[in-house]
Nanobody, 124 residues
Framework: VQLQASGGGLVQPGGSLRLSCAASGLIFDDYAIGWFRQAPGKEREGVLCIRKSGGSTYFVDSVKGRFTISRDNAKNAVYLQMNSLKPEDTAVYYC??????????????????WGKGTKVTVSS
């Protein structure tokens, strides 16, 4: 199983980025996909998760209205659209596949498969 996150980079405050998570080696439709991030010196945190059905759950209040998550099961991919980026969004972003987007799974990082992260830097 492989999950590959991509799309990170350097962006100015107020800018946008679209992260992609490409999955292989698993029955993609059977998994919830979560985006997590880890800022320098901070613990990893769940940001957004999309369920098998396509519904999504936010885990960070500060990204509501700015970040959205979507999935394309035909392409085995999940996307994180990040708009109005702020310096505090700077982090390494990871995608992970698991059985559920429930709070317990996300808060405890209880996901079955993790990808390597992609770095997002928001700075002028």
């Amino acid at each position: 199983v492989q999950l590959q996150a991509s799309g990170g980079g350097l962006v100015q405050p107020g800018g946008s980025l679209r992260l992609s998570c490409a999955a292989s080696g698993l029955i993609f439709d059977d998994y919830a996909i979560g985006w997590f991030r880890q800022a320098p010196g901070k613990e990893r945190e769940g940001v957004l998760c999309i369920r098998k059905s396509g519904g999504s759950t936010y885990f960070v209040d500060s990204v509501k209205g700015r970040f959205t998550i979507s999935r394309d099961n035909a392409k085995n991919a999940v996307y994180l659209q990040m708009n109005s980026l702020k310096p505090e969004d700077t982090a390494v972003y990871y995608c992970a596949a698991g059985v559920s987007c429930s709070n317990w799974y996300i808060r405890n990082y209880d996901m079955e498969y993790w990808g390597k992260g992609t770095k997002v830097t928001v700075s002028s």
